[in-house]
């Protein structure tokens, strides 16, 4: 079976948002639709890579598209894949205080910046 991911991007008060009650019914809502992925959180909002069946991700990103506690949301970069990322995370998570995400807007090899995203989601799953 192929897996569609999805990396996005978008922009976030984050200060005025309260991540994990999103962080608790994202869980719930993935599991149901078999959706894994990761969310990492910064000081100007998320990025977020999406995995699972195909119809379920467009709707879930549709839904995060028109989501008021987003804006400026980015589709990065959206393929197949036979194995998913992170198939044991109904919704992985990471805050991260530094802003070198910045710098992933402004890379052109968006395979660079799935890369990044994939390391920096694994490195904080490492105690």
């Not at 909002?45 to 987003?70: A, V």
């Not at 910045?102 to 490195?123: G, R, Y």
Request: overall charge negative; glycine content about 6%; some cysteine.
């Amino acid at each position: 079976m192929k897996y569609k991911y999805l990396l996005y991007s978008s922009v976030s008060e984050i200060d005025k948002i309260n991540v994990y009650d999103i962080l608790k019914v994202a869980r719930e809502e993935n599991k149901k639709f078999g959706i894994t992925g990761f969310l990492i959180c910064h000081l100007g909002g998320f990025y977020q890579l999406i995995e699972g069946k195909e119809s379920n991700i467009n709707q879930l990103y549709h839904n995060i598209s028109t989501d008021e506690r987003h804006s400026d949301v980015n589709m990065i970069i959206v393929g197949e894949r036979e194995e998913r990322f992170f198939p044991d995370w109904q919704m992985g998570y990471v805050r991260i205080e530094e802003d070198i995400f910045s710098q992933w807007n402004n890379i052109k090899d968006k395979d660079l910046v799935l890369n990044e995203f994939i390391s920096t989601a694994q490195s904080s799953l490492q105690f």
